[in-house]
């Protein structure tokens, strides 16, 4: 779901509105296209659940406690770049805005644990 809302996002301001995404860092350009925005959703999404399955396993009490603090301060620590040069007004726009969609997707969708190393639910038939 994480990917799909960033994909989204992407899909409104590039194609859509014809804002292409670029970020400048000396001479280099370098445009952010579905392929980055697929890639870096699902590898922070794999890293979110990772990190809440591993506090579920050594620290269980507090493991939803613990990996929304951890989650929230990741997000916020995500924007920073934002704040620096090398990218117009609708670029951070658009970015800080996946940013936040993406965050706000896994840490209301994994809220309820990571399901890594529980049981399979029984059925009614069970």
Known sequence: MAVAVALVIWAVADPVL??????TDGGDTMTVGAAAVTVASLLAS??????????????????????TGVAVAVLAVSLLPLAGDGMDGGTRVTLALMHLAVGAVLIAGLAGGSRAGRPAREGPHS
């Open 46 to 67: 794999l890293a979110a659940w990772a990190l809440l399955a591993a506090l579920e396993r050594f620290a269980p009490g507090r493991a939803r406690a613990v990996w």
């Open 18 to 23: 014809g804002h292409r995404l670029r970020m």
